[in-house]
């Protein structure tokens, strides 16, 4: 029983399996942002520098975030590997097109921004988890947190949580200050999520 036990542990995720995860957690990402935009909120990593360069530009998010990605797929690769950077490319571009599209099919009058920066950091929490769980993430600081889990067992959620809160913190130059501090609130339900969840070792690529 316990060698039958291992060999589906060992088993690796179908394509099926791997595309709606990827498909699924970009579009409930997709849906967290829409609720930290309407709020005016920020988040932390390449998404973070990507709000930041949307409400100091004429770009919108779905553009910046997928160019702000680039230079980190080459860390990608040599770290990782190409299945890695493949699924991540593709999960990139996913939520930057529904970041994009997200808007014009649900629209909110109102959003209260506390709510926004619980619901919405919940929301982007669950999706980097089925993302991790498939061995992908949405770049950036994303890859560098996957990298240090695999080879340090650092705790995924405990890395991210600490550079999304400098990132967020660094926004008092752009954005409210009451806001910030709701941002840090987002950034925190985010990655607890991530902490609680995604322990290291637990979830290996392909398991």
């Known amino acids: 029983m316990a060698s039958t036990a291992a060999m589906v542990n060992k088993k690796s995720h179908t394509y099926f399996e791997d ?15 829409s609720f930290f935009t309407k709020a005016g909120l920020l988040t932390g990593g390449t998404a973070g520098l990507a709000f930041l360069a949307q409400y100091a530009s004429p770009f919108s998010f779905g553009q910046i975030f997928f160019v702000i990605n680039i230079p980190f797929y080459y860390l990608a690769f040599r770290c990782l590997g190409l299945e890695f950077t493949l699924k991540t490319f593709i999960s990139v571009f ?8 997200t808007p014009y099919l649900i629209s909110f009058d109102n959003i209260n921004p506390v709510y926004a920066a619980f619901a919405g950091g919940f929301l982007i929490g669950a999706g980097f988890l089925m993302l991790f769980r498939h061995n992908a993430s949405l770049g950036g600081t994303n890859i560098l947190a996957k990298y240090m889990a695999d080879k340090y067992g650092w705790s995924i959620g405990k890395f991210q949580m600490a550079v999304d809160s400098c990132i967020v913190i660094a926004s008092v130059f752009i954005v409210d200050l009451e806001l910030v501090g709701i941002s840090i609130m987002g950034a925190i339900s985010l990655n607890i999520i991530l902490a609680v969840n995604h322990k290291p070792g637990r979830y290996n690529p392909g398991v």
């Not at 996913?94 to 599209?101: I, R």
């Open 19 to 33: 595309a709606q995860a990827l498909l699924i957690g970009a579009v409930i990402i997709a849906l967290g942002i």
């Open 94 to 101: 996913l939520v930057s097109v529904f970041t994009e599209l």
